[in-house]
T-cell receptor, first 109, second 112 residues
């Protein structure tokens, strides 16, 4: 099984940077994912890492260290619309996802 | 419009009743999944199907059953609902070899 930990809540100011950490312990690893979920809506895919290092996609970047069982999602130039829950998920060898409980990010003006 | 649809949007159900949540995708994805989302617990996999005709158990399968008669449809059945099955249920699909899972809009189920 998977044990995935991420902070429950974070607050940041518009225009700032926020880093959401995720640690995991797995019985098999086949990639780490980040999803965004606005209140009352479905999760939407943000990023995928399977090799160590940083993946950048516009204002969002995701980092992975497989040896440390660690990832982070970096949100730059925060906007009000970035207020949402961010879900860290690990895929096992059978291509099934296990999700963390999610981090609720609140962006303040 | 391509994507995943779920029905109903929400439902209030008496304990002991049978209920089927419907999920249909038109992206011809091989794999489909059912999750439940509860406050503080995140998304948990109930059942999945890697291709039509096959199904598998996820993390929390007890009390639920699924079938995958064709590529597009993946219904989830609660044979005899209990209050602990009150949750938001999401269906998702993905293409083999592609990383992204696409999620439906969800069904909010309340069992009284």
């Amino acid at each position: 099984g998977q044990n995935i930990d991420q902070p429950t809540e974070m607050t940041a100011t518009e225009g700032a940077i926020v880093q959401i950490n995720c640690t995991y312990q797995t019985s098999g690893f086949n990639g780490l994912f980040w999803y965004q979920q606005h209140a009352g809506e479905a999760p939407t895919f943000l990023s995928y890492n399977v090799l160590d290092g940083l993946e950048e996609k516009g204002r969002f970047s995701s980092f992975l260290s497989r040896s440390k069982g660690y990832s982070y999602l970096l949100l730059k130039e925060l906007q009000m619309k970035d207020s949402a829950s961010y879900l860290c998920a690990v895929r096992d060898g059978d291509y099934k996802l296990s999700f963390g409980a999610g981090t609720t990010v609140t962006v303040r003006a | 419009i391509a994507g995943i649809t779920q029905a109903p949007t929400s439902q209030i159900l008496a304990a002991g009743r049978r209920m089927t949540l419907r999920c249909t995708q038109d992206m011809r994805h091989n794999a489909m999944y059912w999750y439940r989302q509860d406050l503080g617990l995140g998304l948990r996999l109930i059942h999945y199907s890697n291709t039509a005709g096959t199904t598998g158990k996820g993390e929390v399968p007890d009390g639920y059953s699924v079938s995958r008669a064709n590529t597009d449809d993946f219904p989830l059945t609660l044979a005899s609902a209990v209050p602990s099955q009150t949750s938001v249920y999401f269906c998702a699909s993905s293409e083999t070899g592609v990383n992204e899972q696409f999620f439906g809009p969800g069904t909010r189920l309340t069992v009284l």
